[in-house]
């Protein structure tokens, strides 16, 4: 799951700008820190790369069976 919450640092404490979703409760998550230097627009740019590669992962991708087996000899056959 990739998820981009904004957070200001207060007290050596992150405060989350929106909720985390609650099938986070008991996790250990990893955190990205960007620094304060870097404009809102790169921000926002990267993000927008993220979730336009995360659309194509989805539109190209496909569940398999839980049985399923990839038969490698059929292709070493050809």
Request: a negative charge; hydrophobic letters at 30%.
């Amino acid at each position: 799951m990739l998820t981009i919450v904004q957070a200001t640092c207060t007290n050596g404490e992150l405060v989350l700008s929106e909720k985390l979703s609650p099938e986070l409760e008991g996790k250990t998550i990893q955190i990205l820190i960007l620094e304060p230097t870097q404009s809102i627009q790169t921000i926002d740019d990267g993000e927008s790369k993220i979730h336009q590669f995360l659309e194509k992962v989805n539109n190209y991708s496909f569940r398999l069976p839980p049985d399923y087996q990839f038969n490698r000899e059929e292709i070493y056959e050809q």
